[in-house]
């Protein structure tokens, strides 16, 4: 699952594979391209906090937290 990173969108999830949001047409991306957002966990006045997989990993189980700011 992938979440959409456009601050306007509601963050819906998508399944692996799809490339463009189906809420707001925004490109769907790994960030550096490594971490899938998954889901949107808060946010405030600096961005929101996406809850992230790390695209390498996977098999690991490993999951990150990270911000980003719009």
């Known amino acids: 699952m992938t979440c959409c990173l456009d601050p306007a969108c509601h963050n819906p999830p998508h399944p692996d594979g799809v490339m463009y949001c189906s809420n707001c047409g925004g490109f769907l991306i790994a960030l550096r391209n490594r971490y899938r957002p998954i889901q949107s966990i808060g946010g405030g006045g600096f961005g ?11 098999n ?8 980003a700011n719009f």
């Open 60 to 67: 690991e189980s490993n999951e990150r937290n990270f911000s």
């Open 48 to 58: 929101k906090t996406y809850l992230a997989e790390d695209i390498d990993k996977l």
